[in-house]
Nanobody
Framework: QVQLVESGGGLVQPGGSLRLSCAAS????????MGWYRQAPGKERELVAAIGGSTNVADSVKGRFTISRDNAKNTVYLQMNSLKPEDTAVYYC?????????????????WGQGTLVTVSS
């Protein structure tokens, strides 16, 4: 079974830092883009950052968050610095993968289970 497993959320004070990790596992032939979305209470899910052929970072986190990827480990990271209370949300990992569990490559869009980031004093 192909899946994304996230880690690294938690409670942090304003101005602090956290690093999120998301590892893809299973019968994966190739991973296209990987990224992070977030959803705050009462709000829609929004893109935070994505990395594939290029990198896309939301204006609201530009200069504070950095997305990176380790292709050998099928893992994407989100380094979050200078965190603000408005960054509080559930963060979801997303990836477009080609998996081969059936013997034939097929494209899947995967979502992680979500990890809660709370920025509060």
């Amino acid at each position: 079974q192909v899946q994304l497993v996230e880690s690294g959320g938690g409670l942090v004070q304003p101005g602090g830092s956290l690093r999120l990790s998301c590892a893809a596992s299973g019968s994966i032939l190739k991973i296209n883009a990987m990224g992070w979305y977030r959803q705050a209470p009462g709000k829609e899910r929004e893109l935070v950052a994505a990395i594939g052929g290029s990198t896309n970072v939301a204006d609201s986190v530009k200069g504070r968050f950095t997305i990176s990827r380790d292709n050998a480990k099928n893992t994407v990271y989100l380094q979050m610095n200078s965190l603000k209370p408005e960054d509080t949300a559930v963060y979801y990992c997303n990836a477009g993968v080609i998996e081969t569990s059936s013997g034939i490559g097929r494209y899947l869009e995967l979502w992680g289970q979500g990890t809660l980031v709370t920025v509060s004093s």
